[in-house]
């Protein structure tokens, strides 16, 4: 018969799936080994060889702490109590003081208890630092130790010191043994943790030189054409328009000739800089090639558009760049459509281009907008177009 448990049942025993999960398992392990080590106390009461009360308390201490465990991490206040939400090394102490309480009152057969201080140090082997690991073997065995001790002085009859020392002899090499273990385990997990971050650093690094331009830091040309087939499909799916805009700096040529390459190179970031200012936080500024750059915007219909680039263009024409060279300024030419869609994305560039290269040839420093037969429709045009041509 193949017996399931109902899915509602298992998530409210274990939690979601996930990282809770694997952690409320795992406590629900050791209190299945609790369990299972009750049954074993109580069957020692029936041989006669453990008093019921010791038995009894014993059972209620490690049943009730394990569950109590369960509790604290089932319902996510380990996450606020540790920094980590398995408990691990509360839990390891925790079945240390029940492995020596049980090896105090099991009696003869108690050398057979010790067995299980190497289960709770495996249990704590892959997630203890090694310093957690080192000072959970000199807790176990110093606590072993005082037991020992303590129950040679208050029942030489039944412990004989003799066989204490054999076992604590055992039970110090067997300790040593695992938790070098368990330190160099901790070690090579420390060590592939940190490799693990770096790997992620560095594929975080290829990323952002993938997609990012080296120079201003906008999105590259390649990163800008995923972006606007992502935009223009989703602007076909729910009719909402979008415009795309190009932007070309005036006489950049003239900067880089006058003033050096580092200087056209700081007008650029400066300008980046400024954009990312002044333009909503949804729109997408990219630099396309060169001096030219292409601003994604998304949800925008023309007026809002004209409005988005006018405000960036008055900024840039407006900020001195007396830090680069003294008397210097810097405007640019815009040209935007607006995008129906995916069909319409190649043709609305062209139409930005365009209208782009028209601002040039009108005396720079203007933004335009065309419409698909070539001409500025009524109410695009900026003020700029009408005044006198800027230097």
């Not at 049942?9 to 009750?38: E, I, K």
Request: glycine share 8%.
């Amino acid at each position: 018969m193949n017996l399931r448990l109902p899915p509602s049942l298992v998530d409210f025993v274990l939690g979601p799936s996930g990282h809770l999960r694997v952690r409320v398992s795992q406590t629900l392990l050791s209190l299945v080994v609790f369990t299972a080590f009750a049954g074993v106390l109580h069957g020692e009461v029936m041989a006669g060889m453990i008093p019921l009360a010791r038995a009894s308390a014993l059972t209620a201490f490690n049943l009730g702490g394990a569950f109590l465990f369960y509790l604290l991490i089932r319902s996510g206040l380990s996450l606020r109590m540790s920094s980590d939400p398995a408990l691990t090394l509360p839990q390891c102490l925790f079945a240390m003081v029940a492995i020596t309480w049980s090896y105090a009152i099991t009696g003869p057969a108690r050398g057979a208890v010790m067995m299980i201080l190497l289960l709770v140090i495996f249990f704590g082997m892959f997630a203890l630092s090694p310093r957690q690991a080192r000072g959970l073997g000199a807790f176990s065995l110093g606590l072993l130790a005082a037991v020992m001790a303590w129950r040679v002085r208050t029942e030489p009859q039944i412990h004989d010191v003799r066989v204490e020392v054999v076992h604590f002899v055992y039970a110090t090499i067997v300790i040593i043994a695992v938790s070098v273990l368990s330190i160099r385990l901790g070690k090579l997990r420390n060590r592939l943790s940190r490799q693990k971050k770096e790997l992620q650093e560095a594929v975080e690094r290829i990323q952002m030189l993938a997609t990012r331009d080296a120079l201003t830091g906008l999105l590259n040309r390649r990163a800008m054409l995923e972006a606007l087939a992502h935009e223009a499909q989703r602007a076909q799916r729910s009719g909402e328009p979008m415009c795309l805009a190009l932007i070309d700096l005036d006489h950049f040529k003239r900067i880089n000739d006058t003033h050096g390459h580092s200087a056209g190179d700081r007008v650029l970031c400066r300008f980046a800089e400024i954009a990312r200012e002044e333009l909503r936080t949804t729109d997408v500024l990219s630099r396309w090639g060169g001096e030219e750059f292409m601003l994604l915007l998304p949800a925008t219909g023309a007026p809002a558009a004209l409005v988005c680039v006018e405000r960036v263009r008055t900024r840039l024409a407006a900020t001195p760049f007396d830090d680069i060279a003294a008397g210097m300024t810097a405007t640019f030419s815009a040209g935007f459509a607006q995008c129906l869609g995916s069909t319409d994305l190649e043709q609305a560039i062209e139409r930005a281009d365009q209208a782009m290269y028209k601002a040039k040839a009108e005396g720079r420093n203007r933004t335009l907008c065309l419409d698909d037969s070539g001409t500025t429709p009524s109410g695009t045009e900026t003020a700029a177009a009408r005044d006198p041509v800027l230097p």
